[in-house]
C-alpha cells in the first residue's frame, strides 16, 4: 500500500506541469517566422504557446535571415512575451547597363534581364556577367553585405560614328533614317551591326550607304558630295514683272536641283509668258523674255453685297473687279429711275481693283431699293445690281455681307490664277482652332500626346491664344516598382497629365505655307502622386516651333514641342496638327 502511494505522487508530480495555466506569446519583425519550441514546430510568428511551468527553448527560423533563440524557466500561472528582431542572412545586388535586356549571371546561374535586382544572395564576392547579342560579354566582380543591396553599373563597349563631309559643310546625317545633326558630326553610342547611314545637302546627291560598325571602335566615314544644281536669271523688257518657277517666287539669280521646271512671268498690261526650262548642273541658265502688250480688258466685275444696309454702319459696299492693262475707269451708281447717285473714276496699275461707297450722298442715306452700279472703261463695260435697306436684321446683314465679299475675293483670285492672288491680303496671323497628335518623351516616361489649340487674337505676324495638351505616357520599366510618397508599394506604369497654357508667338507667311514660333507659361495635373514624379501638379513651361501649310481655310502642318513641367523636367514632343482658320 505505502510503495502505491508513492507511485501515485510521482505520477502528480510529473503531470502537474501539464493542466498549469501557462503562456508564452511568440512574435517577430517579420512575417512568415516558423516557429519551434524544444524541438517541435508550433507554427508562424505571431502565435501563442500554452503549457505548464518548467524549461523553454524557442527557435525562430526564416529563409534569408539568421535563426534567433530565446530560453528560459517559465513559472507556474504565468505569460511571458518573447520577440525576435530577425536579421538578414543575405544581401541583394542591383544590375544596371547600358544597353537595356542584357541577360545577367550571378556566379554562372541565370537570373533574368537588365536592370534587375538579385536576391538571397550570401555575404561576400560573387561573379556578375551579362551578356547581349552583338556585344562583348562583360563582367564585374561585386561585394555583398548582408542586409544591404549593392549597385553594380555595366556598361557595354558600343561603337562610334565620326562622318565627314570634306567639300561642304551642314549636311544633314541620317542613321537608320533617323536624324543625327550636321556635319561634321561624331554620333556615339551605336550598337554595333550594320547600320544604313544616310548624308543629305540641298543641291547635292544624297549618300546612302551600309556601315559596320564594331564595338569599342571610333569608324570615320569621310565622303565628298557631289553638285547637283545650276543657276537661272530671268530678265524682261519691263521692270515690274513677276517670275515663278513651279508657281514659286523667285527674283534673280536662283540656284535649283538639274531637273526641268515651269517657268512662268507675269506683268501687268503684258501677256503671261510661259514655258519649260531644263537645268543642268554647274551651268548657267540666262532667260531675255520680251513680254507682249496685252488687250485691255474687265474681268469678275461684283458688288460684295446683294443687299446692303449702311444706316446699320456695316462697313461700305465694295466694288470688285479684275483688269488687264493700265487704263482709267469710270464707276457710276444709278438708282432704278435711271437717276446718277454716285460717281467715281479710278485708275488702273495692277490687276486686282476696288472701290467702295458707303450708301450715302452728301452725308444722307439714299432711299431704299435697287440700284445698278456700272464700270467702264477702255471700251469696255461691266455691271451689277444691289439692293439698298433700313431694315434691321443684324445678324443676317453681317452674314450677307461677309459671304458676298469672300465670294467676290475667290472670283477675283480664279480670273488672276493663283500666282496673282491679294499676296498682302493673305498675310494673316495664326487664327483659328486645330487639333493634335503626336509622341511625347520626358525623363521617366514617354507615350502619346493629344491636344487642342485656339488662337483667336492677332495682327499681321503675331498670334495670341491657348493650347491644351493631355499626355497619355507609360513611365518606363525601371522606375515602375518604386514607392510612393506615402510609403505604400505601387505598381506605377501609367502617370498622365494635363497641361493648359497661354500661348503667344509669331508667324511668317511664304504664300501658303507659315513658320511660327511660339512660347507659353500655364499649369499641368498629374493623375498618379510617383517618386521619380513627385509633383503631381506645378506650373509648365513651353516653347513651339512649327510649320503649317493653309488651302483656303483648312490647315495641316507639323510643330515640335519643349515643354518643362516643374517636378518633372523636359518633356519632348513631336505633333502633327490639322485645323481650321479664319
Known sequence: ??????????????????????????SANKSGVSVYSNGSYKGTAPLTIYGGYGYYRIVCKKDGYYDCEWSGYVSDNSTTDVYFPMQPSTGSIRVNTNVRLARVYVDGSYK??????????????????????????????????????TTCNIDFKLSDLKVITSNVTGASVYLDNTYKGKTPLTITDIF????????????????????????NYIHTVTRSMVHISGYITVSTNTPNAHV????????????????????????FGYEDYSEYVT??????????????????????????????????KTGAINFSWSVTAPEFGYLTVKDKSGAVVYTSSVFFSTWLQYTEWDGQVGGVVVPDGQYSVEFAAGGKTRSSTFTISSKRN????????????????????????REEFDFYAYQKSKKGAYL????????????????????????????????????????????????????????????????????????????????????GLGGYFSTIDHPKENAPAGLSL?????????????????????????????????????????
Open 1 to 26: 500500500m505505502r510503495k502505491l502511494f508513492l507511485v501515485f505522487i510521482l505520477m502528480f508530480s510529473a503531470t502537474a506541469g501539464l493542466f498549469a495555466d501557462i503562456e508564452i506569446r511568440v
Open 112 to 149: 533574368g534581364l537588365s536592370p534587375l535586382t538579385v536576391d538571397g544572395l550570401k555575404p561576400g564576392t560573387h561573379t556578375v556577367t551579362v551578356t547581349h547579342d552583338g556585344l562583348l560579354d562583360e563582367t564585374r566582380y561585386v561585394t555583398v553585405s548582408a542586409g544591404y543591396e
Open 192 to 215: 554595333p551591326g550594320n547600320h544604313n547611314l544616310r548624308i543629305e545637302k540641298q543641291h547635292y546627291e544624297t549618300i546612302r550607304e551600309t556601315v559596320t560598325l564594331e564595338p
Open 244 to 267: 515663278f518657277i513651279n508657281d514659286s517666287p523667285i527674283s534673280g539669280r536662283t540656284e535649283l536641283d538639274e531637273g526641268t521646271y515651269r517657268l512662268k512671268v507675269r506683268a
Open 279 to 312: 537645268i543642268v548642273r554647274l551651268k548657267e541658265h540666262p532667260r531675255n523674255i520680251n513680254m507682249k502688250k496685252a488687250a485691255f480688258d474687265i474681268n469678275s466685275f461684283s458688288a460684295s453685297a446683294q443687299n446692303f444696309y449702311p444706316e446699320r
Open 394 to 417: 443684324p445678324d443676317k446683314d453681317l452674314l450677307d455681307f461677309d459671304a458676298a465679299r469672300t465670294n467676290v475675293n475667290k472670283e477675283i483670285a480664279k480670273e488672276n490664277e
Open 436 to 519: 493634335n497628335i503626336g509622341y511625347a518623351e520626358g525623363r521617366f516616361f514617354n507615350g502619346m500626346m493629344f491636344g487642342a489649340e485656339y488662337y483667336h487674337w492677332g495682327g499681321e505676324h503675331w498670334f495670341l491664344g491657348g493650347d491644351f495638351d493631355a499626355l497619355l505616357t507609360e513611365i518606363d520599366g525601371k522606375y515602375r516598382d518604386e514607392h510612393n510618397s506615402y510609403g505604400n508599394d505601387t505598381d506605377a506604369k501609367d502617370i498622365n497629365f494635363f497641361d493648359l497654357n497661354i500661348v503667344g508667338g509669331v508667324s511668317v507667311n511664304l504664300w501658303r505655307l507659315r513658320p511660327y514660333a511660339s512660347l
Open 542 to 582: 513651353e516653347s513651339c516651333a512649327g510649320l503649317d501649310f493653309t488651302f483656303e481655310h483648312l490647315v495641316i502642318g507639323a510643330k515640335y514641342k519643349l515643354k518643362y513641367l516643374m517636378g518633372s523636367g523636359f518633356l519632348d514632343t513631336y505633333m502633327l496638327s490639322a485645323g481650321w482658320s479664319w
